[in-house]
């Protein structure tokens, strides 16, 4: 579990509050339910004090004690029923004092007489187990007397009545805490469900399909703001992404006519009889250079259709493989030179469907970087085979490697790891980009992993396979 995320906290903090809220909540309702019970208590007490004083001492004079005791006893039966009566006279001597109850919880001769100096309405004296003893002290007057009665109940009934309260509430309110967080992670997973659907697919828009918008629900709250300038952003983005492609294709399309203007005559000019040798030399030169430029602008030009769209992409079935072969040998000539061993794994047929000129390119473009690269006599490999759905096309040597650093960039345009030595190899740095348009627009992609400096390079292209190719492969 992520501590950190949004939800880990917000439920942290809800579920905290929460608690303290039914904490407070179950100290109230105990609080308010013990001061009921207690008072219903007083009430009874008093009253039946008031009972006494008016059905007894209203009729018996103090000077028979005996009578008065028979009176309660057929009466009340205070032991039975584990109550302590007992009744003072004004001098407080007592008058009569019940009996040790039945399960003789207390002794009633042994409770002390109510303090004189602050008489209380009500008291606990402790008893000897957990329970204790209610008392209510009620002044009396009945036939030109004073009297003090002392009802005393224990306290058990309104005990066990609490307790029962702190059971409950001590299972119940972190229940309840439980509940409603479980209940709060369900509703935040839901509410950020919409961020989420964002974020995905937000993640599903790549340069391939800056057209791609975020969904925008009509809720009108932060999330449909959020939205909104999200696409907006994009807007820009995808206007700012079309400038610039549509820039180097316009700027690489106006560039070919004076190119090949500019290689017409300085051929014709190399053709013509009487120009003097060091000359012809020197306009040779400048013609090598300005076919050297054509490429690039032809090579420009292409990924700039491929990247923008605009290209056709002729869809015709053929086998990979057969491709790859043919074109590998006749770049033999290239890695012979080198002393380089050249050897081909593609026997089974791949079918796949695209343009063969175009994925011809991509075969060309990786065996030239592996044989420019591999050290003389070294070895480069090649090697097509059928995977799930994809079509593998490996181009693998044993040269120099790429430096970590620099391989997340060698399919940008113009990238050259070593500018010096590239020079030399007349590459411009446009043959991996060519490379991943190409992969790009057949819906393929392209990886590159090497070693390290050293270690040799591995150029894998992933390509769809041509319907009802999966089944037999
Ligand atoms: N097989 C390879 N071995 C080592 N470096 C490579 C290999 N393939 C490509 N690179 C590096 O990637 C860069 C870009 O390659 P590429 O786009 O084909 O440009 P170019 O071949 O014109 O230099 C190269 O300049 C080189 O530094
Ligand atoms: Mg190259």
Same mark, same amino acid.
């Given at each position: 579990?992520?501590?950190?995320?949004?939800?880990?906290?917000?439920?942290?903090?809800?579920?905290?509050?929460?608690?303290?809220?039914?904490?407070?909540?179950?100290?109230?309702?105990?609080?308010?339910?013990?001061?009921?019970?207690?008072?219903?208590?007083?009430?009874?007490?008093?009253?039946?004090?008031?009972?006494?004083?008016?059905?007894?001492?209203?009729?018996?004079?103090?000077?028979?004690? %005996?009578?008065?005791?028979?009176?309660?006893?057929?009466?009340?039966?205070?032991?039975?029923?584990?109550?302590?009566?007992?009744?003072?006279?004004?001098?407080?001597?007592?008058?009569?004092?019940?009996?040790?109850?039945?399960?003789?919880?207390?002794?009633?001769?042994?409770?002390?007489?109510?303090?004189?100096? *602050?008489? %209380?309405?009500?008291?606990?004296?402790?008893?000897?187990?957990?329970?204790? /003893?209610?008392?209510?002290?009620?002044?009396?007057?009945?036939?030109? *007397?004073?009297?003090?009665?002392?009802?005393?109940?224990?306290?058990?009934?309104?005990?066990?009545?609490?307790?029962?309260?702190?059971?409950?509430?001590?299972?119940?309110?972190?229940?309840?805490? /439980?509940?409603?967080?479980?209940?709060?992670?369900?509703?935040?997973?839901?509410?950020?469900?919409?961020?989420?659907?964002?974020?995905?697919?937000?993640?599903?828009?790549?340069?391939?399909?800056?057209?791609?918008?975020?969904?925008?629900?009509?809720?009108?709250?932060?999330?449909?703001?959020?939205?909104?300038? /999200?696409?907006?952003?994009?807007?820009?983005?995808?206007?700012?992404?079309?400038?610039?492609?549509?820039?180097?294709?316009?700027?690489?399309?106006?560039?070919?006519?004076?190119?090949?203007?500019?290689?017409?005559?300085?051929?014709?000019?190399?053709?013509?009889?009487?120009?003097?040798?060091?000359?012809?030399?020197?306009?040779?030169?400048?013609?090598?250079?300005?076919?050297?430029?054509?490429?690039?602008?032809?090579?420009?030009?292409?990924?700039?259709?491929?990247?923008?769209?605009?290209?056709?992409?002729?869809?015709?079935?053929?086998?990979?493989?057969?491709?790859?072969?043919?074109?590998?040998?006749?770049?033999?000539?290239?890695?012979?030179?080198?002393?380089?061993?050249?050897?081909?794994?593609?026997?089974?047929?791949?079918?796949?469907?695209?343009?063969? $000129?175009?994925?011809?390119?991509?075969?060309?473009?990786?065996?030239?970087? $592996?044989?420019?690269?591999?050290?003389?006599?070294?070895?480069?490999?090649?090697?097509?085979?059928?995977?799930?759905?994809?079509?593998?096309?490996?181009?693998?040597?044993?040269?120099?490697?790429?430096?970590?650093?620099?391989?997340?960039?060698?399919?940008?345009?113009?990238?050259?790891?070593?500018?010096?030595?590239?020079?030399?190899?007349?590459?411009?740095?446009?043959?991996?980009?060519?490379?991943?348009?190409?992969?790009?627009?057949?819906?393929?992609?392209?990886?590159?992993?090497?070693?390290?400096?050293?270690?040799?390079?591995?150029?894998?292209?992933?390509?769809?396979?041509?319907?009802?190719?999966?089944?037999?492969?």
């Amino acid at each position: 579990m992520n501590t950190r995320s949004i939800h880990f906290r917000l439920i942290l903090w809800y579920s905290g509050l929460i608690a303290l809220v039914s904490l407070a909540l179950g100290a109230y309702t105990y609080h308010g339910v013990e001061v009921r019970l207690y008072a219903e208590m007083q009430q009874t007490l008093t009253r039946r004090a008031q009972q006494i004083a008016d059905n007894i001492l209203a009729k018996t004079p103090p000077e028979s004690p %005996q009578e008065i005791a028979a009176h309660i006893r057929a009466l009340y039966s205070p032991e039975a029923n584990n109550r302590f009566i007992r009744i003072l006279r004004g001098d407080h001597s007592v008058l009569y004092v019940s009996g040790r109850p039945k399960d003789g919880m207390f002794d009633p001769s042994r409770l002390p007489l109510p303090a004189d100096a *602050h008489l %209380q309405a009500t008291r606990l004296e402790p008893l000897a187990s957990r329970s204790r /003893l209610f008392i209510v002290v009620v002044p009396v007057t009945a036939l030109g *007397h004073d009297y003090l009665i002392e009802m005393g109940t224990p306290t058990d009934g309104p005990d066990v009545a609490l307790h029962g309260l702190i059971v409950t509430l001590l299972f119940g309110l972190p229940m309840a805490v /439980l509940a409603v967080s479980a209940g709060g992670f369900l509703l935040m997973r839901r509410a950020l469900k919409p961020v989420e659907d964002i974020r995905a697919t937000a993640e599903q828009i790549t340069r391939g399909n800056l057209s791609h918008r975020l969904p925008v629900s009509p809720s009108g709250d932060a999330l449909e703001h959020l939205s909104v300038t /999200l696409n907006r952003m994009l807007d820009r983005l995808e206007d700012a992404y079309e400038q610039a492609t549509r820039f180097s294709a316009d700027a690489s399309h106006e560039l070919r006519t004076p190119l090949t203007i500019m290689r017409g005559e300085l051929e014709s000019i190399i053709r013509e009889a009487g120009v003097p040798a060091p000359l012809r030399e020197r306009i040779g030169s400048v013609l090598e250079e300005t076919e050297r430029l054509s490429r690039i602008t032809e090579s420009l030009f292409a990924i700039s259709r491929l990247d923008a769209g605009e290209a056709k992409i002729q869809h015709q079935k053929f086998d990979l493989a057969a491709l790859a072969q043919g074109t590998a040998e006749q770049m033999l000539l290239l890695a012979e030179e080198k002393q380089i061993r050249l050897s081909i794994q593609a026997q089974q047929p791949v079918f796949i469907d695209g343009d063969a $000129a175009r994925i011809k390119q991509i075969v060309v473009n990786l065996l030239d970087n $592996a044989i420019k690269y591999a050290p003389g006599g070294g070895a480069v490999w090649l090697k097509v085979s059928a995977a799930q759905h994809m079509a593998l096309l490996e181009v693998g040597d044993n040269g120099a490697g790429i430096p970590a650093e620099v391989l997340p960039h060698v399919f940008e345009r113009f990238f050259r790891a070593d500018k010096a030595r590239s020079r030399d190899f007349a590459g411009a740095g446009l043959g991996l980009a060519i490379v991943r348009s190409i992969c790009l627009a057949h819906g393929g992609s392209v990886d590159i992993r090497s070693g390290g400096e050293g270690k040799g390079t591995v150029c894998r292209v992933e390509l769809p396979l041509a319907n009802g190719q999966e089944q037999k492969s």
